[in-house]
């Protein structure tokens, strides 16, 4: 299996700018972040033989958008597990390709949460099995966050002030990123000092609601040795779900103690060979617990472990999120995955804000946590390096 | 107290025949779990297979519907504020719910608590929490009695 990943490249990226797209369709944003990405890549669309997207694409499974595009493919997956979706679809471009299924991946992610470019339902669908056991308590997404972020203190006497903290840090990267929503630095008191939401969660341990989207382009070894861009190869993949098992479930912990396992020993890599990482941050907690279960550090020790600006590059030990990431840059679509691996190929490629690119980076991680933390989420990490 | 922290908030879920018996015996203040005659193991939430051994022999089993708070959050953006909760039975099962009668702020984990099960409009009753002191209890109760003749003014 490991020489699948590594056969494979990343060889195009492209982030769309926007951050409220009042003035354009949701094709559209579609449209720019696939032609973004192919021609970084020094590709063309017509290029393109596979699509990838998730549910926030508008029609049936991927059917509507590639027409809208215009592309030909003979190989698709629109497989949706929340954010977490790149980083899966990421790994099965790698595994077609290296079967010879297609050679040219295209990834692509964009939403308008905030203009309203798609409804919600407004039927709960009772064939959910679950629903009519969950839907009648009335609850939102940072409230399952919040209720791991209060089991996680209850366990491991973790702090609002270390959750604090990575805010702290995002803000520290996202004052250098233009495109960023909020490029203040803020501090931890004014963390705690922000309206609570869902105890023990503030509103700045919340990430933005944001437009936008972004892709990337996943190539062969043949091709990406033919295109003049720097070469990011996927090393290493892992992906899971967890749930709640029953009611058996831990709820301080996600999918990515498995999937991050996975990835490195694909990759034959440990959680201190890796320079920079991309870490889902939907919540400050989120960033925690993925820290722990992908072995950064020990179970339990998270909040020690992210405290007095250990997050930020130039200062701490595992820079992460060097874009100001969803608690300060962008959230398109609800979904912080794409964003994430976006950020950790300009880091290999350095290509990051000189204020925040990770000097000698050259081995990366990008790990997304797709759904509800605290009953059923997915996990995926992926492990990339500069060749 | 306020009658929307005593009663479930809709929707209300339609009942199937997998958890029909579970929706019939919550309108009789009777909490059913799944028991798998197979591994001997609870589940939640309820189905016609075992999710651990996936045996089909599992039968319905009333819990005394007593536990104690694993986690909880208080929605703060809701007036007024409402607290959901995985409580886990004594069985050593946790289960999404609502801790209501009481005043979220003084809601803490391990706190022991009850399967009330608050009347709705119409549909199910839908099992929620109190916390397990017999004057918490009593006090839900009278409440409840208060909202329902307040409903039929």
Known sequence: ?????????????????????????????????????????????????AFYCDTDAPGFGPLSIIEYLGIEVRHYDSTDVGGSAPMVHLSHAAQAIATGKCNVALVTMAGKPRTGGRGLDTQPNWAVPELAFELPYAHGVVDQYAMSAMRHMYEFDTTAEQLAWIKVAASHHAQHNPHAMLRDVVTVEQVLGSVMIADPLHRLDCCVVSDGGGAFVVVSQEIARQLKRPRVRLRGAGEAIRDLRGGTADITSSGAVVSGATAFAEAGLKPSDIKYASLYDSFTITVLIQLEDLGFCKRGQGGAFVSDGKLISGVGKLPINTDGGGLCSNHPGNRGGMTKILEAVRQLREEAHPAVQVRNCDLALAHGTGGWLASRHGSATVILERV | MDVQTLT??????????????????????????????????????????????????????????????????????????????????????????????????????????????????????????????????????????????????
């Open chain 2, 8 to 153: 479930p908030l809709t929707p209300v879920p339609p009942v199937s025949p997998e958890t029909e018996a579970f929706w019939d015996a919550t309108a009789t203040d009777r909490l059913l779990v799944k028991f798998c005659n197979s591994c001997n193991k609870v589940h939640v939430y309820p189905r016609a297979h075992c999710p651990f051994c996936f045996s089909v022999d599992t039968e319905w089993r009333e819990s005394p519907g007593e536990g104690e708070i694993y986690s909880y959050t208080v929605i703060r953006r809701e007036t007024p504020p409402r607290v959901v909760a995985y409580v886990r039975l004594d069985e050593g099962v946790i289960l999404l719910t609502n801790i209501v009668g009481c005043d979220p702020n003084g809601v803490h984990i391990d706190q022991r608590v009850k399967a009330v099960f608050p009347r709705a409009e119409d549909g199910p009753c839908v099992p929620a929490f109190v916390p397990a002191s017999p004057t918490q209890e009593l006090a839900y109760r009278r409440e409840c009695q208060g909202a329902e003749s307040h409903e039929k003014d």
């Open chain 1, 1 to 49: 299996m490991g020489s699948v990943a590594q056969s494979v490249y990343i060889a195009g990226i492209y982030e769309h700018p926007t951050r409220k797209a009042v003035d354009k369709s949701l094709g559209q944003l579609y449209f720019e972040i696939a032609q973004g990405a192919v021609a970084d890549a020094g590709l063309s669309l017509s290029d393109v033989d």
